[in-house]
Each structure stands twice: as C-alpha cells, then as structure tokens.
C-alpha cells in the first residue's frame, strides 16, 4: 500500500487550518490500525493523546475503536497514555500488536 503522502493525499481529515481552538498533531496508524481507519496519517485536534483518540474513534468508528483498545500508543517516539499534553507538531502513533514471523 502506497504512502499517504506519495499518493496525494493525507488521510480523511480536514486540512490542517489556524483556526481549530486546540493544538493539532499529527495522527499515525500502522497495520490493523491503518487497514480499520483506511488511511496511516491524519491530522486531528486536541491538547491530549485521549483527546486525539476520542476525535480518531468520531471520525472511524467502532472497527477503528476495537483496535485501538488493543494497541500501544507513542507521542514522538515515547511510550504515551490518554493523559499525555500534545501540541501542533507532535506526532501520535497507533502501535497495534503484530503478529507473524518464520513458521
């Protein structure tokens, strides 16, 4: 699956305005995260990790909902939980456990 970015577009968001009340990171989903959402990158609102989520699982739904209760969450390479402050240029990733290898 080609990159959101190399494709020409950033996911189901809206563009990213100055006009949102709240900071805005980047959101980044990989595997099942990715496949359930269908894109690996948006761009919500909001001044916490639960915030983002919150406005992640309105935009995606329960299939996006079920697979986040199953996943890790990193804001810029660090462990995170749904307290954790974000700001206009973090990056919030969507980790779900993967499964696989030489059988």
């Known amino acids: ?7 020409g577009h950033r996911g189901h968001g809206r563009a ?4 949102y009340a709240h900071p805005v990171p980047t959101l980044r989903l990989f595997a ?6 269908g894109t690996g990158r948006d761009d919500l609102p ?18 996006f909902a079920a697979v986040l209760d199953i996943s890790k969450i990193w804001v810029n390479g660090d462990e995170a939980d749904r307290s ?3 700001a206009d240029g973090d990056e919030v990733a969507v980790l779900p456990p993967v499964s696989g290898g030489c059988g």
């Open 84 to 86: 954790t402050a974000v």
């Open 46 to 63: 909001g001044g916490t990790v639960g915030e983002v989520l919150d406005g992640a699982i309105d935009r995606y739904g329960s299939g």
């Open 32 to 37: 099942q995260a990715r496949v359930a959402a």
């Open 1 to 7: 699956m080609p990159d959101e970015e190399e494709a």
């Open 16 to 19: 990213r305005t100055d006009d």
